[in-house]
């Protein structure tokens, strides 16, 4: 069931140094999202705040609210690996266990939940191999290691394994930056497939990408060099690329700066 996000007036530190200043940004479901700006900008801290993996970071805290569906995240009473459940995430770089099986990796969230039941296991599995459009690729070597598959099908092995979870929302740090451009068409026609049922926040370097996979697009950057991240502008993606409103904008997406 994908949710909606709001972040509400958020400010991310590391110990006492302030990453990102004051951000405000609602996040549509059934929608891609993406954010985009130079290195350093915060783009990725914000997209680690969403389902609170920056916190694996000794001394980072944040300030403000993240809400899913109307709910805080950051509560007092909610369970931070209840939110990873939630919210998935797949990162730059494939990250599978690469000794574990095809179909180990996939369910892996499932058996740490305690689901030991192998029909249900085997009917996830193939569930969402077909979600990530791999399932015709593995379907005959689903107990070879994970390990052993292209860069590009490692990475949608990953997408399998964050939606075998059933999660609200899917966010991707970069997920096509270590891949070929075949894979990169791959993953980014999957995206388009995911949206119908999940919310997906993509932060990209790329701009065609972002222009390509989302529906509205988050602009950041430094306020000054050494200063928080900041979002400068939110809109339709159509509208950020065509007509943006703040030149800063205008000037990152032309190639002028960043």
Not at 93 to 108: L, Y
Request: contains cysteine; glycine residues 8%; charged residues 25%.
């Amino acid at each position: 069931m994908a949710k909606r996000i709001d972040i509400k007036d958020l400010d991310i530190y590391y110990g006492s140094f302030q990453a990102v200043q004051s951000v405000s940004l609602a996040v549509p479901p059934r929608n891609v999202t993406a954010l985009i700006g130079p290195s350093g900008c915060g783009k990725s801290t914000v997209l680690r705040s969403l389902n609170r993996m920056h916190e694996v970071t000794p001394g980072a805290r944040v300030e403000g609210s993240v809400l899913l569906d109307g709910e805080d995240i950051y509560g007092s009473q909610v369970d931070a690996v209840g939110v990873r459940r939630t919210i998935g995430m797949v990162f730059q770089r494939p990250n599978p266990f690469p000794t574990m099986s095809i179909k180990d990796n996939v369910v892996a969230g499932l058996k740490l939940q305690g689901e030991r039941n192998k029909k249900q296991l085997d009917e996830v599995a193939e569930r969402s191999l077909r979600g990530a459009n791999l399932w015709n690729e593995v379907k005959d070597r689903l107990d070879k290691p994970g390990g052993g598959l292209s860069g590009g099908q490692q990475q949608r092995l990953c997408i399998a394994r964050a939606i075998a979870v059933s999660p609200d929302v899917l966010l991707m740090d970069e997920p096509c930056s270590a891949l070929d451009p075949i894979s990169t068409l791959a993953i980014e026609d999957l995206i388009s497939e995911l949206k119908k049922d999940y919310t997906i926040v993509i932060v990209t370097h790329n701009m065609q990408q972002a222009a390509r996979v989302s529906d509205q697009t988050a602009f950041f950057n430094l306020a000054a060099t050494g200063q928080p991240g900041k979002l400068i502008e939110v809109n339709d993606t159509e509208k950020i690329f065509s007509n943006p409103d703040v030149k800063a904008t205008e000037d990152y997406i032309s190639g002028r700066f960043g």
